[in-house]
């Protein structure tokens, strides 16, 4: 047996363990988004594709499109800022600080805007803030935004740090402006890094809800997230969950999407970056 073969086995229980922790759910998922009452149709796909359903599609889409797009250019000029500082003190704090907030998220993170722009929210009212204005799509943003930012923190640093010195001094030698090689070199070299932390930062919004939960953001703002549990959970929205199935196969489809764009970046970024 050869040195291959004796590793895949060693593999073969997390292998297994992945087998039946996403593909029982999945089987599931399809079961119910193609069957009504026990029957094949394609009702519940059409459905999740008309009328409330597409208008929650859409509104998570472009929320999570400006998240993606406004956190990649702050925390890209963020970890640009850290990467150059010469106090490593600073370095370190910022990417740990980063790692601790680009996973806070939930009720937590809900509870802690509110408390703090809220309509009785203790900066909002020193600051004279208009009634609400927390609970406005620009308002989800600003919330998304604070995991997305330290998250795109953690994925540029690195990129950042492949920049070798020797590329701008060979650029200088050569009589080439700042600008003309972050617009040869530096740029060209992050494109992939920087549009995989875009790709990665709509997939983190797009995906997540209790957030926008807590804070009762499905009155102003229409996503797919709350529209799905509401589906299942509601008292009102009865024989709707194999609707909730099929538009959240509609969330894995662009899901997929998503990381079929991310992946082959981030692999064509770390061959760059060696």
């Known amino acids: 047996m050869t040195t291959r ?16 922790v996403f ?24 459905q999740s594709l008309q009328g409330g359903n597409l208008t929650s599609m859409a509104g998570s889409v472009q929320v999570s499109a400006v998240v993606a797009l406004l956190g990649a250019v702050l925390g890209t000029f963020l970890a640009y800022a850290v990467v150059t500082s010469r106090f490593t003190a600073l370095r370190q ?15 937590p993170l809900a509870f802690f805007w509110v408390a703090t722009l809220g309509n009785s929210g203790v900066v909002s009212g020193l600051l004279g803030l208009p009634s609400g204005a927390l609970y406005t799509f620009w308002g989800l943003v600003v919330v998304y935004l604070y995991f997305s930012v330290p998250l795109m923190v953690l994925v540029m640093a690195p990129a950042l740090d492949g920049l070798r010195p020797q590329w701008r001094e060979a650029a200088a030698g050569n009589g080439a402006t700042a600008w003309q090689y972050w617009r040869h070199v530096g740029l060209p070299v992050l494109t992939p890094a920087l549009l995989g932390g875009v790709v990665l930062l709509f997939g983190s919004a797009f995906a997540a809800y209790a957030t926008a939960a807590a804070m009762g953001a ?7 997230t709350l529209k799905i549990a509401n ?11 194999n609707v909730a199935l ?13 990381m079929a764009v991310y992946l082959p970046l981030q692999k064509r970024s770390t061959r760059w970056l060696r």
Do not use: C, H, K
């Open 5 to 20: 073969s004796r590793g895949w086995l060693g593999a073969l229980p997390l292998l297994a363990f992945y087998a039946f």
């Open 23 to 46: 593909g029982v759910p999945l089987v599931a998922l399809l079961v119910g988004a193609f069957t009504s009452q026990g029957r094949p149709t394609l009702e519940n796909m059409r």
């Open 231 to 241: 589906a299942l959970t509601s008292d009102v929205l009865i024989g709707q969950e």
């Open 93 to 107: 704090s910022v990417l740990t600080a980063s790692g601790v907030l680009a996973n806070f998220g939930g009720v």
């Open 218 to 224: 499905g009155t102003v703002v229409p996503l797919v």
């Open 246 to 258: 099929a538009l959240s196969l509609d969330m894995i489809v662009i899901a997929g999407l998503v």
